[in-house]
T-cell receptor, first 115, second 109 residues
């Protein structure tokens, strides 16, 4: 079955450490996205990539970095510069690069806790 | 940047009652999408509306896009406990999807 795989589901890190969240899709989608969700809140866009080797900052990119070396993969690194990293991170992909007429497909998310 | 306001933030209903959530924008929208996120889960795409005044139905769910394409609503008829979750509207702008704050629906059996 095609889909998006995020790993791990739960992640614990000490303050000051960088951590990389994995996102892999086998849907052959061009565009991929990273969102952050805090309890009781909506989704806020961190970074997005419309094509391999290219990506753009979203609304809350500070303290995060990404790469898009392969179409299938879009890892997110949460750096020590991110002031409030504890959150639920969601990766998504879409068929069309300029928004989607088919909706976004989301992974099951990674819950990151920084202590 | 593009923003959509979604109301209410929370809605508690008795099973069998109806439920409606609304999304409003100050600017004209090219389209609007709706997603459902179950507790502890991830958002799942429900539908996209594109045309002015469009109405689409999925079983007990009715989606509407305003005539001016500045607002949209999701109405659930006769809620069931399986409808529990948070419903988000989302709009595309410059190649990215911006989400409303969501409406959390709880259903009392």
């Amino acid at each position: 079955d095609g889909g998006i795989t995020q790993s791990p589901k739960y992640l614990f890190r000490k303050e000051g450490q960088n951590v990389t969240l994995s996102c892999e899709q086998n849907l052959n989608h061009d565009a991929m996205y990273w969102y952050r969700q805090d309890p009781g809140q909506g989704l806020r866009l961190i970074y997005y990539s419309q094509i391999v080797n290219d990506f753009q900052k979203g609304d809350i990119a500070e303290g995060y970095s990404v790469s898009r070396e392969k179409k299938e993969s879009f890892p997110l690194t949460v750096t020590s510069a991110q002031k409030n990293p504890t959150a639920f991170y969601l990766c998504a992909s879409s068929m069309e690069s300029l928004g989607s007429n088919y909706g976004y497909t989301f992974g099951s998310g990674t819950r990151l806790t920084v202590v | 940047g593009q923003q959509v306001m979604q109301i209410p933030q929370y809605q508690h209903v008795q099973e069998g009652e109806d439920f409606t959530t609304y999304c409003n924008s100050s600017t004209t929208l090219s389209n609007i999408q709706w997603y459902k996120q179950r507790p502890g889960g991830h958002p799942v795409f429900l539908i996209q509306l594109v045309k002015s005044g469009e109405v689409k139905k999925q079983k007990r769910l009715t989606f509407q896009f305003g005539e001016a394409k500045k607002n949209s609503s999701l109405h659930i008829t006769a809620t069931q406990t399986t409808d529990v979750g948070t419903y988000f509207c989302a709009v595309t702008t410059r190649g990215k999807l911006i989400f409303g704050q969501g409406t959390e629906l709880s259903v009392k059996p």
